[in-house]
């Protein structure tokens, strides 16, 4: 399933894209080869996926979006706080980028691990809002709810 995610390790955030998240995950923890630099010597958790994209390349399209938008938020006192920021603008968008489909046309799903530290604005009609429980995806990264292997 094509998603793109967000993961917490202490005050850092790491946003990606991937179709086998329980395997890429366990990457960036070190488990497998293969993690982002920019993780690695971390444990990280995730806090949000986003599912639903027809596509791999609209996937990319919207993580290119999301780290945009999360470094125009200047205000914010934490790094999570600006990534929810942007993320809540990211949704509102008619279009992620100027060559993708337009935003209504992909149902997307949010997936919440943990609360957000911000008030979101109304979700729009193509995005769904599921909560997750913290168990299924601390327990077993391989075998889950959240990806599989």
Request: charge should be positive; charged fraction near 20%.
């Amino acid at each position: 399933m094509i998603c793109v995610y967000l993961l917490q390790s202490g005050r850092r955030t790491y946003v990606g894209a991937t179709v086998r998240f329980g395997r890429r995950l366990r990457q960036h923890n070190g488990e497998l080869v293969g993690g982002a630099k920019y993780t690695r010597g971390r444990r990280w958790v995730c806090v949000l996926r986003v599912e639903g994209f027809q596509t791999f390349q609209q996937a990319l399209q919207f993580e290119w979006k999301f780290k945009f938008l999360t470094k125009k938020q200047r205000g914010a006192a934490s790094a999570l706080k600006r990534r929810w920021q942007a993320l809540d603008v990211l949704l509102g968008l008619v279009k992620w980028t100027s060559n993708s489909p337009p935003a209504k046309d992909i149902k997307l799903i949010l997936k919440v691990l943990s609360a957000p530290p911000i008030r979101l604005r109304r979700l729009p009609s193509h995005v769904a809002f599921a909560v997750a429980f913290p168990s299924t995806l601390v327990a077993n990264t391989a075998r889950n709810s959240w990806g599989s292997t």
